[in-house]
């Protein structure tokens, strides 16, 4: 069974900082693509950051210069570091990762930021 296990999210204040994990098994997510999503109250899933097995990252432009995604191929796990956060930050955040030509998702974690 393919599993993505969200950790890391909480409450924080403006201007703090938080680290998101997503432990995969079940597959080999090290070739292909993971990413991270996110979703607030009332809102769609939109793409924050992604990552490619070759390194390459791109990240949604509300968050550049603030996040920063990393993965470990051998530990089958993406990260991200979330610096500087701001209340329109808050949401559900979700791991993703491709495998077996399927799209795979975490259950989420919430992040909260106050104001």
């Known amino acids: 069974q393919v599993q993505l296990v969200e950790s890391g999210g909480g409450l924080v204040q403006f201007g703090g900082s938080l680290s998101l994990s997503c432990a995969a098994s079940?597959?080999?997510?090290?070739?292909?693509?993971m990413a991270w999503f996110r979703q607030a109250p009332g809102k769609g899933r939109d793409m924050v950051a992604s990552?490619?097995?070759?390194?390459?990252?791109e990240y949604a432009d509300s968050v550049k210069g603030r996040f920063t995604i990393s993965r470990d191929k051998a530990k089958n796990a993406v990260y991200l570091a979330m610096n500087n956060l701001r209340p329109e930050d808050t949401a559900v955040y979700y791991c993703?990762?491709?495998?077996?030509?399927?799209?795979?998702w975490g259950r989420g974690t919430q992040v909260t930021v106050s104001s």
């Open positions: 993703y990762g491709n495998a077996y030509a399927r799209s795979h």
């Open positions: 990552i490619t097995s070759a390194g390459v990252i």
């Open positions: 079940g597959a080999d997510f090290s070739s292909n693509t």
